[in-house]
C-alpha cells in the first residue's frame, strides 16, 4: 500500500524557516518524480514544487523561488522541502504528492506563519 | 502561466441527478502529441484530494464509471452521472502542459 507521511509542520514567526519532510512507502521512491503542493485555509490547491527521480531537475512556483528548496534522499525513501524566509501568506496545509498525475498525496501538515 | 477557470454548480444538486464541471485553460492544452495534458482531482471535506481523470478522459484506477472526462484544447467538462453522496466535496481541474503547473479554483458539489 502506497503511503506518503509528512511531518515537520508547525507555527512559526515570520522570518523564520522550517523543514518539511515525507516519508514514502509501498512503491519503489527513487523512481518517480515527487512534488509538495499546497493548500491555504479555505482556499484552492498551489503546487509549488517537483523534484525528478534522481534529483537532476528541481521547478518551482514563483511564489516560493529563492525562499524553498526541494530535496530528497532516496537511501531514506524521503522528500524534502526546505522554507526559508517564511510569510504569512505561506500559512497553508502542505502535501507531498507522488508523480504526475498526483496518483497519491499525503494527509498534509499545517504550517502556520504569524507573530 | 497558464490560468484554468471554473464554473459553479447550481448547488444542491438532486441525489441521482447528473452534473458537470466545467474547466477552461488560458492555452490549449493539446500537446502535438495528440494527448490533452489535463487532470481532474476531487477534495471530499477534510481529507487529502484524489485524482479521478488523467489525460483529460483517462479514469484513475479505482475510480467509479460514473465519472466521465471529455474536452477541447482549452474547454474541459468533467460529467459525474448520478450523482451520490460520497460525490461530495470540491473538485480541481489542473493543466500540466507547462511550469508551473496550475490548478483551477475549485467547484464545489453539494447533494440535495
Known amino acids: 500500500e502506497v503511503q506518503l507521511v509528512e511531518s515537520g509542520g508547525g507555527l512559526v514567526k515570520p522570518g523564520s524557516s522550517l523543514k518539511l519532510s515525507c516519508v514514502a512507502s509501498g512503491f519503489t521512491f527513487s523512481s518517480y518524480g515527487m512534488h509538495w503542493i499546497r493548500q491555504a485555509p479555505k482556499k484552492g490547491l498551489e503546487w509549488i514544487a517537483l523534484i525528478y527521480y534522481d534529483s537532476s531537475n528541481k521547478y518551482y512556483a514563483d511564489s516560493v523561488k529563492g525562499r524553498f528548496t526541494i530535496s530528497r534522499d532516496n537511501s531514506k525513501n524521503t522528500l524534502y522541502l526546505e522554507m526559508n524566509s517564511l510569510r504569512s501568506e505561506d500559512t497553508a496545509m502542505y502535501y507531498c504528492a507522488k508523480r504526475q498525475p498526483f496518483d497519491y498525496w499525503g494527509q498534509g501538515v499545517m504550517v502556520t506563519v504569524s507573530s | 502561466d497558464i490560468v484554468m477557470t471554473q464554473g459553479a454548480l447550481p448547488n444542491p444538486v438532486p441525489s441521482g441527478e447528473s452534473a458537470s464541471i466545467t474547466c477552461q485553460s488560458s492555452k490549449s492544452l493539446l500537446h502535438s502529441n495528440g494527448k490533452t495534458y489535463l487532470n481532474w482531482y476531487l477534495q471530499r471535506p477534510g481529507q487529502s484530494p484524489q485524482l479521478l481523470i488523467y489525460w483529460m478522459s483517462t479514469r484513475a484506477s479505482g475510480v467509479s464509471d460514473r465519472f466521465s472526462g471529455s474536452g477541447s484544447g482549452t474547454d474541459f467538462t468533467l460529467k459525474i452521472s448520478s450523482v451520490e453522496a460520497e460525490d461530495v466535496g470540491v473538485y480541481y481541474c489542473?493543466?500540466?502542459?507547462?511550469?508551473?503547473?496550475?490548478f483551477g479554483s475549485g467547484t464545489k458539489l453539494e447533494i440535495k
Open positions: 489542473q493543466q500540466f502542459l507547462e511550469y508551473p503547473l496550475t
